[in-house]
C-alpha cells in the first residue's frame, strides 16, 4: 500500500513534535519543560507563496514559543516573513498565550489552531492582509472530558479544512472536529491505549498511509520505559480506530513507511538513554525496530532487530524520515558526552551529543554516519520550510531552540529564538 498522495508529509516527511515528560497518569501533557521529541505533520491543501499583481507574496511563518515567568509556562506565537539565523527572533509583537501552546494546522493554509496546557480549548486564527493573526472561532473539547491541551503538536492531525483529529493519551480516545466551523463532531473510544501503572506517550512523526493516520505509541512507569509497542490506526474514511500491541519491546514511538511499503517502527532516543544508563539491568527493554503492515494492521512477527546493532553497539534510538523511505536514526557520541554512574536518562537523550545515521530498514543493511550533520539533542523536532526539512535542537539548558537544515546535510543553522518550540507552521 503506498503512501497518498493526498496526505503531503507521509512517511518520507512526516516531520516533527512528540516528546516525552515525566507524565501525570496515562498521558503525556505535563508542563515538565524537559524537551523529547516530536514532528510538525501537515495534511491537506499545500499552495506555495502567492502572487499580487504579479509581484511575489513572502512566505509567513509561525514559531510557537515557550519560556517560563516566575515558574509560570508563558507561551508567544512569533510571525515573521524571513528567517536570518544572525538575528534571534523576537517575541516583542507576539501573540502571548498563556501555558505551553501548541500551533497546529495544514501547512500554507493561512490559518494557526492554538490550544495550550491552561485549558481544553482551541482557537482559530487567521494570517490578515496586514500580516497579523485575527481569531476567527474556537472550540472546546470539554465535554469530552479533557481538561488541558499541554501536549504536542503532532496530536492534532489535519484530513482537511473541514476535519482534523486530536489525539487524548488522558482520556483514552480520538476526538473528531472541524476546524473550518469551528465545531465538536465526535469522539473515537480507544481504552487499550491505557496501561495500568504507566503513562501514555505519542509518536513523533505519525504515519500517513492511504486513507490511514497511524500513531505509534509509548508507556512509562514513571521514569522506567514499559516493555509494550502499540499503534493507533485510524482510518479516515470511516473513523473507525483499533490499537495493535506488541510486547517485544518498548518506546517504539518513531516510525517510517520503508520502500517496501512497511512501515518500520523505532524505540525513541529516551529509551535508548535509559537502556544506556541502566547498566546490566535486564528490565530494562532493548531498544528495537519492528515492521508493521499497514495493510493488514498487523506487526510481522518474524522482524525484530537491536537498534545497537545497526550502528556499531552505540546507545541508538528514534527514527526519522528522511528522502524515498529512507530514515536516519539517532545514535550517542560518547566522547561528546561521556555517560558517568549517575547519568540520568532524561538528561542524556536531551545532551546534545546524539549523530545522525542514515538507515534503509527495507534493504535489511547497517546504518551509516552522516559526518556532514553535527551531534544535536535527541529529542529533535523536524518540520517543513518551504519545501524542505528542518531539525530543531535545544541549548543553553533548554532556553534557546535552533533550527538546523536537514535536506542538504550541512546542519546549518536556519534560524533561533528563545526558550522551547515545540511546534511550527508555515502559514503562507
Not at 136 to 148: W, Y
Not at 300 to 322: E, H, V
Amino acid at each position: 500500500m503506498k503512501p497518498s498522495p493526498f496526505f503531503r508529509t507521509s512517511a518520507r516527511l512526516l516531520l516533527a513534535l512528540s516528546l516525552a515528560f515525566t507524565a501525570a497518569a496515562c498521558s503525556d501533557d505535563d508542563d515538565d519543560n524537559t524537551p523529547d521529541s516530536g514532528t510538525n505533520t501537515d495534511a491537506g491543501t499545500n499552495t506555495d507563496a502567492g502572487t499580487d499583481a504579479g509581484t511575489t507574496t513572502p512566505p509567513m511563518y509561525a514559531f510557537v514559543a515557550q519560556v517560563s515567568v516566575e515558574g509560570n509556562s508563558q507561551s508567544y506565537v512569533i510571525l515573521t516573513e524571513t528567517l536570518d539565523p544572525a538575528t534571534p527572533l523576537s517575541t516583542a509583537n507576539a501573540t502571548q498565550i498563556n501555558g505551553r501552546a501548541l500551533g497546529s494546522g495544514i501547512t500554507k493554509s493561512g490559518a494557526i489552531f492554538v490550544s495550550s496546557s491552561a485549558g481544553a480549548t482551541v482557537t482559530r486564527y487567521n494570517l490578515t492582509a496586514s500580516n497579523t493573526l485575527e481569531k476567527a472561532g474556537e472550540v472546546t473539547f470539554a465535554g469530552k472530558g479533557v481538561t488541558s491541551i499541554g501536549e504536542y503538536q503532532n496530536q492534532f492531525q489535519f484530513v482537511s479544512e473541514t476535519k482534523a483529529y486530536y489525539f487524548d493519551g488522558r482520556n483514552s480516545q480520538v476526538i473528531i472536529w472541524n476546524p473550518k466551523d469551528m465545531t465538536l463532531t465526535n469522539s473515537i473510544s480507544l481504552p487499550d491505549m491505557t496501561v495500568t501503572g504507566s503513562s501514555t506517550t505519542f509518536a513523533s512523526n505519525p504515519i500517513r498511509v492511504g486513507t490511514k493516520v497511524l500513531m505509534p505509541l509509548g508507556w512509562r512507569a514513571g521514569a522506567a520505559v514499559t516493555k509494550k509497542a502499540g499503534i493507533i490506526v485510524v482510518d479516515t474514511a470511516n473513523d473507525s480506530a483499533v490499537v495493535v500491541t506488541d510486547e517485544r519491546c518498548g518506546y517504539v514511538r518513531d516510525g517510517i513507511v520503508g520502500t517496501d511499503n512497511q512501515v518500520y517502527l523505532a524505540t525513541e532516543a529516551y529509551g535508548a538513554a535509559e537502556k544506556r544508563v541502566s547498566g546490566t539491568n535486564s528490565s530494562v527493554p532493548t531498544p528495537c525496530l519492528l515492521k508493521f503492515d499497514p495493510a493488514t494492521n498487523k506487526y510481522d512477527t518474524n522482524f525484530f532487530k537491536d537498534l545497537s546493532t545497526l550502528t556499531n553497539g552505540g546507545a541508538t534510538g528514534s527514527l526519522l524520515a528522511g528522502p524515498n523511505g529512507t530514515g536516519y536514526l539517532r545514535v550517542l557520541d560518547e566522547t561528546v558526552y561521556p555517560v558517568a554512574a549517575d547519568t540520568v536518562a532524561r538528561t542524556l537523550a536531551s545532551a546534545v551529543a546524539w549523530k545522525w545515521w542514515k538507515i534503509d530498514p527495507a534493504a535489511g543493511t547497517n546504518a551509516t554516519l552522516v559526518d556532514t550533520l553535527p551531534a544535536s539533542t535527541g529529542s529533535s523536532f523536524l518540520y517543513e520550510m518551504n519545501g524542505r526539512t528542518v531539525f530543531s535542537e535545544f541549548t543553553n539548558n533548554s532556553g534557546t531552540t535552533n533550527y538546523r537544515e536537514l535536506t542538504d546535510l550541512s546542519g546549518n543553522l536556519v534560524a533561533t529564538h528563545q526558550g522551547l518550540s515545540f511546534s511550527f507552521l508555515q502559514l503562507r
